[in-house]
């Protein structure tokens, strides 16, 4: 291993590891948003339980109807994310194959690197859809008070 086929391999790995680095932060966004649906939904089911003849009992059930559609716009965030991560670490694994073995890879990197940026694109879009439906589940919350 020569000098120049390290660097040229650094030179070929800072966009994934960019990437990943990135995706990584919103992953993390992500799930945290995605245990606090689940955190409320606990919490508005024990709500139904120990409130059975509650005048708000609809209320809590499209609210719950709600934070399922959301937690499952976030799972699909969530999947499309870590399948950019991993097809990101795939691409760092080929250029290693590319600048080492002397493999010709140039194709499959650049349609790796086209689903990783795709997939992060989808998983903005879910986490756009959830937010919408977030605002929803508020509306309702706060649709008696005024």
Not at 40 to 58: D, F, G, I, M, Y
Not at 81 to 105: C, K
Request: with cysteine; aromatic share 10%; charged share 20%.
């Amino acid at each position: 291993m020569t000098i120049d086929s390290f660097a040229k391999l650094l030179q070929f790995s800072i966009s994934p590891i960019a990437l990943i680095s990135g995706a990584s932060l919103l992953l993390l966004s992500i799930t945290n948003r995605f245990g606090r649906t689940i955190d409320r939904s606990r919490s508005l089911v024990r709500e139904l339980e120990a409130n059975a003849s509650s005048p708000h009992k609809e209320e809590h059930k499209y609210q719950l109807r709600i934070l399922l559609r959301r937690s499952r716009f976030l799972r699909s965030a969530i999947l499309c994310i870590s399948s950019s991560i991993f097809l990101s670490a795939l691409m760092i694994m080929m250029v290693f194959l590319q600048v080492f073995v002397g493999w010709e890879l140039k194709l499959v990197v650049l349609t790796s690197m086209f689903f990783s940026v795709f997939s992060i694109c989808a998983a903005v879009v879910y986490l756009f859809f959830d937010a919408s439906a977030g605002l929803k589940a508020l509306e309702v919350e706060i649709g008696r008070h005024i």
